[in-house]
């Protein structure tokens, strides 16, 4: 059974990735602001499921989920960094209307606040068996694919957390962590919409299979959903 901590556990890909796990009978710490369709699994899935309250915005929050953790369990075995806003205003987004307010929005929410989470884990990875570290990141963060415009916030933060997960990779590999990103691929959720080829079943189910093969000399990749590297 792997200890499993998750952020943004109640919608979309990150509550799939819950489901599945819960599924395969791993202990998830599912950290979220709400709760609504989380609680659903209460009852299923009793004692393998510990919601954890958690904007990974508020550094105050971070510490208390992680003492959470550390209330149960003496280790994890994985902590996945899923949370991630993309919000449709122009002022995160289009040349001309960009406000630096949602710049620093974005570029915390993506990539500062995972850093704090790994930085606020790290005692308890240090114990996990096999412990890993996973970004979801986005294409939009890599250099070679971004050679259209628009969609400042969103790239630049998830640009920032490829190279925040390069630079852990760099301290923790040595450590036995292995860390690495991932492009969930385009998938049906709210940041995704309805048109996206791929279902959160089928994307988080790709990402688990791939988690479950990783080995240190993954350590550091940027994967695609189909387990091969991403352009960076
Ligand atoms: N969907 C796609 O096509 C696609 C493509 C590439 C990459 N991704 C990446 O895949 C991951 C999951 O995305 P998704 O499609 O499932 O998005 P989503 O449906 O918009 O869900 C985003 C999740 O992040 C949470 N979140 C946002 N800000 C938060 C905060 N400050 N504190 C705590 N939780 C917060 C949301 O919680 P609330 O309900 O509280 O807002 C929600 O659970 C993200 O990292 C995203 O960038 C998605």
Redesign the pocket.
């Known amino acids: 059974m792997q200890r499993i901590f998750i952020?943004?556990?109640?919608?979309?890909?990150?509550?799939?990735i819950v489901r599945q796990y819960l599924e395969r009978g791993d202990h998830v710490f599912a950290?979220?602001?709400?709760f609504a369709a989380v609680e659903h699994y209460d009852g299923k899935y009793k004692g393998r499921l510990t919601r954890v309250k958690?904007?990974?915005?508020?550094m105050d929050?971070i510490a208390a989920a992680a003492q959470t953790v550390r209330s149960e369990v003496n280790g994890l075995d994985m902590l996945i960094?899923?949370?991630?806003?993309?919000p449709r205003e122009s002022g995160y987004r289009s040349l001309g209307s960009l406000e630096p307010q949602a710049l620093e929005h974005s570029l915390h929410?993506?990539a500062v606040?995972p850093l704090m989470i790994v930085q606020a884990l790290l005692d308890l990875l240090k114990n996990g068996t096999n412990p890993k570290v996973i970004?979801?990141?986005?294409?939009?963060g890599s250099m070679q694919y971004k050679t259209h415009g628009g969609g400042y916030a969103?790239s630049i933060s998830?640009a920032a957390l490829n190279m925040a997960t390069r630079a852990l990779a760099g301290d923790l590999g040595s450590q036995g962590i292995i860390t690495m990103m991932i492009?969930?691929?385009?998938?049906?959720?709210?940041?995704?919409?309805g048109g996206?080829p791929?279902s959160?079943q089928q994307?988080a189910s790709s990402l688990i299979n791939i988690i479950d093969n990783l080995t240190p000399k993954d350590n550091g990749r940027f994967f695609n959903i189909n387990g091969q590297d991403h352009m960076w």
């Not at 556990?9 to 799939?16: C, F, I, K, P, V």
């Open positions: 952020t943004g556990a109640n919608r979309g890909l990150g509550l799939e950290a979220a602001r709400k958690l904007d990974v915005d508020h929050d960094n899923n949370a991630a806003i993309n929410t993506n606040a970004n979801i990141t986005s294409q939009q969103y998830k492009h969930p691929g385009w998938v049906q959720t709210d940041m995704g919409g996206a791929l959160a994307s």
